[in-house]
């Protein structure tokens, strides 16, 4: 059984680096739901789901039933092959793009073995998801289309006619970081910014191409179909756009697939204008490594506190005991005979930081702002989004030619 | 059967199957979605030869925006399955062998001609963007500021057909 | 290593299926299909070629040809556009005459 796994090592690596990212992605877009009902709850002066489990931490899990369990109803005349592929192609490819993510620098040592954090490192990774953002317009559209019911079909037409649209923004607005790393690959673009790592957080993407960064993540929202740019799916518009006919695990698959490419379009932001898994401080604060410990360790502790005096008895058991995980670990990064594993968490905490900075600018939106009607989006799409994109590749690259990349 | 070879027999396999398909369906969208698959295998296929900057723009733009265009058509015009027209048999029984045949020749043609069309197809050594960027650039740029130029015409000529008639 | 040949009898058979469906379907837009399959075909022959003599000039060729196939997917999707709308009818038997 040993010199079986040792014989197909890196195809059994490779397996259980996908279960384990799936697995973490589809975890992460469940506590993302739950994550974003609270945050605009509060932010409209309510609280959001707190019955079920302590703070509605298993309202996920209540959801994840619901879905599994609902009754899943076909509509009469609809086309049975592409109604039954909408929903597959748009998961499928939603959670295809993660594999092309780097999550940290160092590979793993383990048994002798070095096991890369990220699953494929394509030469190509950038334009490997421009590919996939390209052919998840036909989730969109083919929904609309299969559902044969007129509010479906309009707003899956609106839908993916914004999502043509915004694509092409979303393109010209890479293409500036493109020439100053000079590389698709994305590791290639996190190591172009730490050519100076002297400089901290000025050596990152978004100072010289913060026009590029406000187009791409504009250009991204809008291909999300989030707020402001989610009138196709509005409730009060289009009753629920294109996936108004698909019900239980269908609509959950549409869900988990738009949730899932707003963690990629954080992901990218990330890696690409905000340095990836580089800290902002300058390379000689070595004292910054202690950040992981300073900040779990009160916040386990504010956890155990919080949960000691809560409600119910389950919070008052379950919640003192994620606090003090979150506090032994703390402590443990800060001990001098773990230092490597230190070292090895820093990439990957930087990197998940600014990813939940970014979730949380999403959810932000969508609790704020409201959103454009279809004529202003269009037209905001390719008469500003798009000059601006293709302007910004032109100084970029006169810039370049004056002054060179770095 | 090294992997390569194995790969290279699920893609054609694949692409052939979904060009089957396109003739065989009878709805347009169910051949669109046929050819859907037939480009991402060969996008596959470009792949496998090591051109893969080659293979992401066949997928972004043809999987992702002609494509695309195809779907759009299809719907806006509400295009119904296809009538059955009275084809005549004759065609079917005599035409489908010949046909068959004439690939035969064809492929017995290609697979008996001289020894540079069996040398193995190997991945690229320098990257492949940049060789074609450096080509694209450098010798063909004339082209290239014409295929622009091109486009800019289909896209006025597109939005010119598709008006409607000021009435 | 798969052979340069393999490639190019794959490219032929592709070919023959578009020519196939060029002839025998009766949608017009099917029949448009039916062309970008060919063009297709083509694009394979080029980057075996191309991959086979170890020069870019064959995938350069590719570009242009993905280019001007969707310039002419655009315009000639218009064209099927107008002809819907006059005709009322997408099927290519019925455009037969040039008045109405």
């Known amino acids: 059984m040993i010199s079986f796994l040792n014989a197909n090592a890196t195809i059994i690596i490779y397996l259980v680096k996908i279960a384990l990212l799936l697995f973490i992605v589809l975890t992460v877009n469940a506590y993302l739901t739950w994550f974003e009902r609270k945050v605009v709850a509060h932010m409209q002066s309510r609280w959001g789901p707190h019955r079920v489990g302590p703070h509605g931490l298993l309202q996920p899990l209540a959801d994840g039933a619901k879905f599994l369990l609902k009754e899943d109803p076909t509509p009469a005349g609809v086309d049975k092959f592409t109604y039954f592929l909408a929903p597959l192609m748009a998961l499928a490819l939603a959670l295809t793009s993660i594999a092309i993510i780097p999550f940290g620098p160092e590979p793993l040592h383990i048994l002798g073995r070095d096991i890369t954090l990220g699953i494929a490192d394509l030469n190509i990774g950038i334009l490997a998801l421009f590919a996939i953002t390209a052919l998840s317009v036909y989730g969109v559209a083919l929904a609309g289309w299969s559902s044969n019911s007129k509010y479906p079909l309009l707003g899956g037409l609106r839908s993916s006619a914004q999502m043509v649209s915004y694509e092409l923004s979303l393109t010209m607005s890479v293409v500036g970081v493109l020439l100053l790393a000079g590389s698709f690959n994305l590791r290639d673009i996190i190591n172009a910014q730490a050519h100076h790592p002297e400089r901290g957080i000025f050596g990152w993407n978004v100072w010289p191409q913060i026009l590029g960064f406000f187009c791409f993540f504009v250009a991204a929202v809008a291909e999300t179909n989030r707020v402001p740019f989610d009138l196709p799916e509005a409730e009060s518009e289009l009753v629920a756009g294109f996936h108004t006919e698909y019900a239980s695990f269908k609509f959950a698959m549409f869900f988990i697939a738009e949730y899932t490419s707003m963690i990629t379009v954080s992901c990218l932001c990330t890696i690409m204008f905000f340095g990836g898994w580089l800290s902002p401080f300058p390379a000689s604060w070595t004292f910054t490594h202690y950040l992981p410990s300073v900040i779990l360790l009160p916040f386990g502790l504010w956890v155990i506190w919080d949960g000691i005096r809560y409600e119910t008895i389950f919070g008052r058991l379950v919640l003192p005991g994620i606090g003090t995980v979150l506090t032994v670990i703390g402590i443990a990064l800060a001990v001098p005979q773990l230092q490597f594993v230190n070292e090895f968490v820093q990439g990957p905490f930087w990197l998940l930081g600014k990813i939940f900075v970014f979730l949380f600018v999403y959810v932000w939106m969508r609790g704020t702002l409201p959103r454009f009607r279809y004529d202003q989006l269009m037209s905001f799409g390719w008469k500003l989004l798009l000059p601006v994109s293709i302007a910004n590749v032109v100084i970029t690259a006169f810039a370049i030619l004056m002054w060179g990349a770095r | 059967m090294t992997p390569q070879l194995a790969i290279f027999f699920v893609l054609a396999a694949l692409a052939v199957l979904g060009a089957l398909n396109l003739i065989i369906q009878r709805h347009p969208i169910h051949s669109a979605l046929s050819l859907i698959v037939v480009m991402i295998a060969l996008a596959g296929l470009y792949l496998l030869m090591g051109s893969e900057f080659v293979a992401a723009v066949q997928i972004i733009v043809y999987g992702g925006a002609i494509m695309v265009l195809f779907v759009f058509v299809i719907m806006l015009l509400n295009a119904g399955v296809e009538e059955r027209t009275n084809v005549s048999k004759l065609a079917g029984v005599a035409g489908i062998p010949l046909a068959v045949a004439l690939l035969g020749f064809l492929a017995a043609a290609i697979a008996r001609s001289n020894e540079s069309a069996q040398a193995g197809v190997e991945a690229g050594t320098l990257a492949n963007t940049k060789e074609i960027s450096t080509m694209l650039f450098k010798d063909f740029v004339y082209p290239f500021e014409l295929t622009s130029f091109l486009i800019l015409v289909a896209i006025l000529g597109a939005i010119v057909l598709a008006q409607r008639e000021k009435s | ?100």
């Not at chain 3, 399959?37 to 991959?51: D, E, H, K, P, R």
């Not at chain 3, 002419?72 to 005709?87: C, D, F, H, K, P």
């Open chain 3, 1 to 100: 290593m798969v052979p340069t040949s393999y490639y190019l009898i794959l490219s032929a058979v592709l070919f023959g299926l578009g020519v196939v469906a060029f002839v025998f379907k009766r949608n017009v837009i099917t029949i448009f299909m039916s062309i970008e399959l060919m063009l297709n075909a083509v694009n394979l022959a080029f980057v075996a070629f191309s991959q086979a003599r170890h020069q870019s000039d064959g995938q350069v060729f590719v570009l242009f040809v993905i280019v001007v196939a969707a310039a002419e997917a655009a315009v000639g999707l218009g064209i099927i556009i107008l002809m819907a709308r006059n005709r009322q009818s997408l099927n290519v038997e019925r455009v037969d005459f040039l008045k109405l």
